[in-house]
């Protein structure tokens, strides 16, 4: 998981990471290596949350996002259960391509893929739109923000000076004004209730309802996930921004269109494909990737995979092997790909790629 070494108190955002499987970073790039994908789905969720990236900002001196500063950050709580979540939004959001096909397997065999939950539809609902991006990442940065413990309070003071009108913070003069490590920057071009930020907080308020009426904070982040048929809190329609105790004008005292400005959820083509032909299509992907030998070892490997998920041809019959490790044999496949099954220079066509390997600090 690299975060990008270059990242300024001032920039729009300081944190910036991304899951970039089996790639080499260069000198520009934080590359942190983990062996769980679990993990790393969990890691690359919070690193770009809200909460995390604004006690990044306060530490901020310069323009190098050094070790020690994400060494000295503070970490969420979070329970066992509590890692599905954010685990399940972050692989729809980070893995959205098929390069990622034989995780999206493992991931549907380890935390199901059944009927209403927000994993059903696997591939078919990558999301690849700004609308769903923004909406899955309002959801995660909510429930993050309710990890690590935060009141309203706590987070309307983070994303304060969020809320001013478009013309206005664009104006050098008026930005001057405002908390030069704030994130008023980000979306400042788009209206207050169609940024990131704010719509965090309407997610967020929504949240905190939920957990209220619960009376417990696991059961509202279940029922925050199962909202609208299992597919979770979705983009309000409109929004008020006073009801959010937000807004400097009179625009804000008036319900604004949200939704219908953000487009479409999907694509064209993810809603032409049923469930089935997504898995099916993930299957054939992971063979491509794998090589017959990788792809027959994942098959060992997800025996047990729920029903839905599974081809339907019958799977080969072959002794189950141990798995290769997340971000190993790797350079073999790929090599595979483009020499007809000519072996790498190890000899055996299994290369070691290794995240940051070469780069660690």
Request: proline letters at 5%.
């Given at each position: ?27 520009a ?19 770009n ?11 901020m ?26 685990i ?7 893995l ?21 939950s927000i ?15 923004l ?84 059961k ?56 089935e ?26 025996a ?9 041809t ?48």
């Open positions: 998981m690299p975060t990008m070494n270059i990242g300024s108190a001032t920039n729009s955002r300081t944190v910036v990471a991304a899951i970039a499987k089996d790639f080499p970073c260069n000198h790039l934080n590359a942190i290596r983990m062996d769980s994908l679990d993990m790393l789905l969990i890691s690359v969720g919070i690193f949350s809200w909460v995390f990236d604004s006690a990044v900002r306060l530490r001196g310069g323009l190098n996002l050094s070790f020690f500063i994400l060494n000295e950050a503070p970490a969420a709580r979070i329970s066992g259960i509590e890692e599905s979540p954010i399940r939004t972050s692989a729809l959001i980070s959205a391509h098929k390069w990622f096909s034989p995780d999206w397997l493992r991931l549907a065999a380890s935390l199901g893929a059944e009927r209403g994993l059903a539809d696997g591939p078919r609902h990558w999301a690849l739109t700004t609308h769903e991006r909406r899955l990442r309002c959801m995660l940065d909510a429930v993050v923000a309710e990890l690590y413990g935060l009141e309203w309070d706590d987070l309307s003071w983070i994303l304060r000076e969020c809320d001013y009108p478009a013309d206005r913070v664009q104006d050098n003069a008026f930005t001057r004004t405002l908390d030069p490590k704030g994130f008023w920057r980000v979306d400042k071009n788009r209206d207050p209730e169609l940024r990131h930020t704010v719509l965090t907080m309407a997610a967020f308020r929504e949240l905190k309802e939920l957990i209220s009426s619960q009376g417990d904070r696991q509202g982040i279940e029922a925050f996930y199962a909202m609208n048929g299992g597919e979770g809190w979705m983009l309000p329609e409109t929004l008020r921004l006073a009801d959010l105790g937000l807004g400097h004008d009179e625009r804000s005292e008036k319900a604004q269109l949200v939704r219908a400005k953000l487009g479409e959820r999907f694509l064209p083509w993810q809603s032409e494909i049923t469930p032909e997504s898995w099916k299509e993930c299957h054939l992907h992971a063979r491509n990737i794998l090589g017959a030998d990788g792809y027959d070892r994942l098959v060992a490997e997800l047990g995979m729920p029903e839905g998920v599974q081809e339907d019958e799977w080969p019959a072959r002794a189950a092997e141990p798995a290769p490790s997340y971000g190993v044999d790797v350079l073999g496949s790929q090599l595979r790909l483009f020499t007809s099954g000519q072996k790498d220079s190890s000899g055996d066509g299994a290369g070691d790629v290794r995240l940051g390997r070469n780069h660690r600090r």
